[in-house]
């Protein structure tokens, strides 16, 4: 069966400061790996996915994950925070009983302050 | 430019009152969802339809129900809403099945609030 799990339910940074999203997965069948983004009394909207190739995958706005198959992370990482950037971050993998769905982490709250 | 629409965006139903949010979407996705996500929660899918085939989850209670009359509009309805019922629900497309790589879009999300 596959699983994710996001290890912190908040992480408040500074405005302009560095962070680092946790996600670890579970997985023993061929990998894919998403964060999705929900903003503020929004649907979620992809911010990047891992399909296959480099290990590294780059949003628009400047947020980037890592595939490490050993550690079985995807991490998101952004060098400098913006206010904008507030919102609930899922990360996501692949459903094990469909391959219709995808099963979502229980989420990271990034809140910037000024 | 929507893409995923979803009316009403609130709505507000008596406790046992039967309820239908609707989603629509321009994307001709073969691929539609529906979530409930509760306050600082992940979503949680309840069905999905791939086409015109119907996928419950296991744990969905009877209670809620669907209809997919066309590639375009999905329906959720809750036959008799409960407290417990209060939530955002999400409708999602996406062009094949998600759990292969292929990109969900989401609708803004209705929110339920039950009285």
């Known amino acids: 069966a596959q699983s994710v799990t996001q290890l912190d339910s908040q992480v408040p940074v500074f405005e302009e400061a560095p962070v680092e999203l946790r996600c670890n997965y579970s997985?023993?069948?061929?990998?894919?790996l998403f964060w999705y983004v929900q903003y503020p009394n929004q649907g979620l909207q992809l911010l990047l996915k891992?399909?296959?190739?480099?290990?590294l995958v780059e949003s628009i706005n400047g947020f980037e994950a890592e595939f490490n198959k050993s550690q079985t992370s995807f991490h998101l990482r952004k060098p400098s925070v913006h206010i904008s950037d507030t919102a609930e971050y899922f990360c996501?993998?692949?459903?094990?009983?469909?391959?219709?769905?995808?099963?979502f982490g229980s989420g990271t709250r990034l809140s910037i302050r000024p | 430019d929507a893409m995923v629409i979803q009316n009403p965006r609130y709505q507000v139903t008596q406790f046992g009152k039967p309820v239908t949010l609707s989603c629509s979407q321009t994307?001709?996705?073969?691929?539609m969802y529906w979530y409930q996500q509760k306050s600082s929660q992940a979503p949680k899918l309840l069905f999905h339809?791939?086409?015109?085939?119907?996928?419950n989850e296991a744990d969905t209670p009877d209670n809620f129900q669907s209809r997919r009359p066309n590639t375009s509009f999905c329906f959720l309805d809750i036959r008799s809403p409960g407290l417990g019922d209060a939530a955002m629900y999400l409708c999602?497309?996406?062009?094949?099945?998600?759990?292969?790589?292929?990109?969900?879009?989401f609708g803004p999300g209705t929110r339920l609030l039950v009285l």
């Open positions: 999602a497309t996406s062009r094949d099945k998600a759990g292969e790589g292929e990109t969900q879009y």
């Open positions: 997985s023993s069948v061929s990998v894919y």
């Open positions: 891992y399909l296959s190739g480099s290990t």
């Open positions: 996501a993998v692949p459903g094990y009983s469909s391959a219709s769905k995808i099963i």
């Open positions: 994307l001709n996705h073969n691929v």
């Open positions: 339809y791939y086409d015109k085939d119907f996928n």
